[in-house]
């Protein structure tokens, strides 16, 4: 005998139905959604019919357009499912589950009929702000907004994507794709570093070094180091990863933390290139002794790279000079010819050595001849212009002569403690050198000025700028630093954008001073004229991070909180000393934008047409793989 006997869940259903009262559109409902496949049925198309007559019963209700669709597509019909879709997020256009459903559905037609594809995008773009933790919503959109050829609405909606579901690689690699074909840098970046958060394969490693590289070639110092320490950390044993990150280091000064890395790569593979930065470091910290043994055993050497054999020949003497070792210098130098490209350094050093070993002779003798063969080199520059009975060692002009001489070799040092930063000795030389003679020229002035400001002596500095002026009042160097002083120190800001203007017009094309010129007009607040100047001053020096910063100070004040926040994170990019309470500016600014989005997101209905997504925090990676 068959069993004719309905399931459990069926024979309730029946029963129900049969009891619900035709008009009942509350139970219909219920009825409908045991039935669909999301409510654990497995009969959706009987739930299409039931949720047919309710919509006959309250045309109105969007959940029931809503859930007749849903049943639908769960019937494999989903073209007659798109009406019912459409009519929900009329009825409802806020509601985030019909808005989400339309977007999917469309995106499934359009696999079929890519004329679809232009409405799924705007759809699922409306869907992304109704729920922008959604990674299926950021996933189908970031696919069809390839489909539409909308690279920048792909980039960013594999971007958020990613923030959301860190450890989902597909979609980095996405946005990878997606930023180089936009040449936009920071997708790129923050898409290739996530690449290589983890585990990465061989392939995103050569990205992340492609990246480290253009990062050199365009100056961003501090995003390439970053780089270059994570292939290190990955890649430990490769010494040249350790070398990058050590010369990115010397460049931004922070030498003590380049000769750690140095000594690492050095410890991998002993090269004259790491031998040679390890005593520029050195140098840097005034450990002259060290520097010199080093760079001694490379000059005996026959090193092939040039630039590496020329320079340790000139930091040698460098460091003998500076160590008060004038008649080893001189040794070294008789049985070490000069390199072609240092011979005029040597040339002034030689001088140097002669002065400071009181061999007076010796010293006009070299200074002559840097005279006739290195006419272009500073040095001999200044010495050109002295009276020509001080380059005569005659009897009755010995101790001007003397004077003289002696002045330019405490210039000379000055320059020299002034390249390795140390600030008090060259005000020791400069102060000492101008108790022999007046200042012959505003540049001595200027680097005296900026060595009192480097030890915390602004009075003084600018006391030596107003000596500066009254000595060369036209000098665009003069007008524009001391204008920037009185600008930063607050005392006079009329006659600091006057000064500037003044070395603005001399020198238009000088980034600096352009620079200073928008800082002038935003603190005399002159908002327009300061936006347009930093704007050129970006043109002109597009790797400063000084104009960024003030650009963005400029675009704060005015109300422009994104494109402020974008001139920040550019010069973020750059090492400079007061990065950190940039960084900290910046994540102020951030959280006011992101707040004040919230409350125009609260109190404004929602499009119905495609719009950017609204920015969110982004969240803790749950670990799921899958979007």
Same mark, same amino acid.
């Given at each position: 005998?068959?069993? $004719? ?52 019963? &309250? ?24 009406? %019912?879709?459409? !009519? ?50 950021? *996933? ?44 936009? =840098?920071?997708?790129? !970046? ?29 100056? =961003? ?103 008060? #070792?004038? !008649? ?27 002065? %400071? ?25 200044? *010495? ?13 002009? !010995? ?18 403690? +002034? ?20 200042? /012959? ?19 003084? +500095?600018?006391? &030596? ?48 001073? &352009?620079? %200073? ?17 930093? /704007?050129?001053?970006?043109? $002109? ?14 675009? &704060? ?27 900290? /500016? ?12 919230? #409350?125009? $997101? ?26």
């Amino acid at each position: 005998m068959p069993d $004719v006997r309905l399931p459990l869940l069926g024979a309730l259903l029946a029963a129900s139905l049969h009891a619900a009262p035709p008009d009942d559109a509350r139970a219909l409902m219920l009825q409908a959604r045991a039935l669909q496949l999301r409510g654990g049925g497995e009969d959706p198309a009987a739930a299409a019919a039931l949720y047919k007559r309710v919509v006959a019963l &309250v045309p109105g209700s969007a959940e029931a357009h809503l859930r007749l669709s849903e049943a639908l597509q769960e019937a494999q019909d989903p073209a007659a499912a798109l009406a %019912s879709a459409r !009519r929900a997020v009329e009825l409802a256009p806020g509601n985030a589950e019909a808005r989400a459903h339309l977007g999917l559905l469309l995106y499934q037609l359009a696999q079929k009929d890519p004329a679809r594809w232009p409405e799924a995008a705007k759809e699922l773009r409306a869907a992304t702000i109704l729920l922008p933790q959604d990674p299926e919503l950021w *996933a189908r959109l970031g696919e069809t907004s390839e489909q539409v050829k909308d690279g920048e609405g792909a980039l960013r909606a594999w971007l958020r994507l990613g923030r959301i579901r860190p450890s989902f690689m597909p979609a980095w690699e996405h946005a990878a794709i997606q930023a180089r074909a936009q040449q936009n =840098y920071e997708g790129r !970046r923050e898409s290739v570093l996530a690449l290589n958060a983890r585990n990465p394969e061989d392939r995103h490693l050569r990205m992340l070094e492609e990246l480290a590289r253009e990062q050199i070639q365009a100056g =961003y110092l501090a995003h390439a180091e970053e780089s270059f320490l994570l292939l290190a950390r990955h890649l430990p044993q490769e010494p040249g990863l350790w070398e990058n990150v050590a010369l990115v280091r010397l460049q931004t000064s922070r030498f003590e933390e380049a000769l750690e890395t140095l000594a690492r790569a050095e410890a991998l593979k002993p090269t004259p290139r790491l031998s040679f930065n390890t005593a520029l470091a050195q140098m840097n910290l005034g450990q002259f002794p060290a520097a010199e043994a080093r760079l001694r055993k490379l000059v005996d050497q026959d090193i092939e790279e040039a630039r590496i054999a020329d320079g340790a020949q000139a930091l040698y003497a460098e460091a003998l000079l500076l160590q008060g #070792k004038g !008649r080893e210098l001189l040794d070294f130098l008789r049985h070490h010819p000069a390199r072609p490209r240092v011979a005029g350094e040597l040339q002034v050093f030689t001088c140097q050595a002669h002065i %400071s070993g009181n061999d007076w002779k010796s010293a006009l003798a070299s200074l002559q001849e840097g005279i006739a063969k290195f006419p272009k080199v500073p040095f001999f520059q200044q *010495a050109s212009e002295l009276p020509p009975k001080y380059l005569e060692y005659r009897f009755f002009a !010995r101790k001007e002569a003397r004077a003289a001489l002696e002045q330019l070799h405490l210039e000379g040092m000055a320059a020299i403690w +002034s390249e390795f930063r140390r600030w008090d000795k060259c005000l020791e030389c400069l102060e000492k050198a101008r108790t022999l003679g007046p200042v /012959r020229g505003a540049d001595i002035l200027i680097m005296q000025s900026s060595a009192y400001e480097q030890v915390g002596r602004p009075d003084d +500095s600018l006391r &030596v700028l107003r000596e500066a002026q009254k000595m060369d009042p036209t000098n665009p160097l003069v007008q524009n630093n001391l204008g920037y002083l009185l600008l930063e120190r607050e005392l006079n800001l009329e006659e600091a954008a006057t000064l500037i203007e003044a070395s603005a017009k001399a020198t238009p094309d000088n980034g600096n001073v &352009v620079d %200073s010129l928008g800082w002038a007009q935003f603190k005399l607040g002159r908002l327009d004229e300061a936006e347009a100047t930093l /704007r050129r001053a970006a043109e $002109v020096s597009p790797f400063s991070p000084e104009v960024r910063k003030h650009l963005g100070e400029v675009l &704060v004040k005015q109300g422009k909180l994104a494109e402020a926040a974008e001139q920040w994170e550019r010069a973020l990019a750059f090492v400079f000393p007061d990065r950190s309470a940039l960084e900290k /500016r910046l994540g102020e600014l951030r959280i006011r934008m992101a707040k004040e989005q919230a #409350k125009k $997101v609260q109190e404004t209905p929602p499009p119905v047409s495609g719009v950017d997504p609204v920015p969110d925090p982004v969240p803790d990676d749950d670990g799921e793989d899958q979007p």
